[in-house]
């Protein structure tokens, strides 16, 4: 492995973690992430939780019960690029880069009715830095939220590292969820 640290580019930072990524998650590191949010008192008592639709080889939180909740989930627009948020059980088709979706014509719920946001990535910190895509979906509907909603990333160990490199528009979580248990972030 290339040594990174935080003045490695974010570039650097996002091939190391999609290999470790394609690595270390499994069905055993899932089946844990998912039985930690489901044991998780935040998640017991949230109302309205969002979730997504995983990618590639990301954590599937599709086996999650929502049945006592309002679950949702995103929509990805590229012009210009922003996330929208769908009830769960809306028609879902296929984004060109192979992951599933709401289709355009489902109705938008505002983001502010949301308790938790459950948040892929390709890499989280110990100050709840993300690394994503570069593009800066969830960064834009994280800055959307009301205050106390809590902002809890999905990864598994492998990712959840000392230091990312940050950006001034970037969001912070407030919570992340490993194979290994749940971490609060001081922010």
């Given at each position: 492995m290339i040594h990174l640290n935080k003045q490695s580019s974010k570039d650097q930072w996002r091939d190391w973690a999609k290999?470790?990524?394609?690595?270390?998650i499994d069905a055993l590191v899932t089946t844990s992430v998912i039985e930690k949010i489901a044991q998780w008192g935040a998640f017991e008592n949230a109302k309205h939780v969002l979730s997504y639709m995983a990618f590639g080889s990301e954590i599937n939180l599709a086996a999650l019960d929502f049945s006592t909740k309002h679950g949702y989930v995103t929509r990805?627009?590229?012009?210009?690029?922003h996330l929208t948020?769908?009830?769960q059980a809306c028609e879902l088709e296929r984004h060109r880069?192979?992951?599933?979706?709401?289709?355009?014509?489902a109705p938008v719920t505002n983001?502010?009715?949301?308790?938790?946001?459950l948040?892929?990535?390709?890499a989280f910190d110990k100050s709840g830095n993300r690394l994503g895509y570069g593009m800066g979906f969830y960064d834009r509907l994280l800055s959307q939220l009301r205050p106390n909603c809590l902002r809890v990333a999905i990864t598994c160990d492998a990712l959840f590292v000392?230091?990312?490199?940050?950006?001034?528009?970037d969001v912070a979580m407030t919570h992340v969820v490993t194979e290994s248990g749940i971490t609060t972030i001081a922010i």
């Open positions: 290999a470790e990524r394609d690595e270390h990805t627009w590229m012009k210009p690029v948020v769908h009830e880069y192979g992951y599933l979706q709401p289709v355009k014509e983001p502010n009715i949301l308790d938790i946001v948040v892929p990535g390709l000392d230091e990312l490199p940050t950006e001034e528009h």
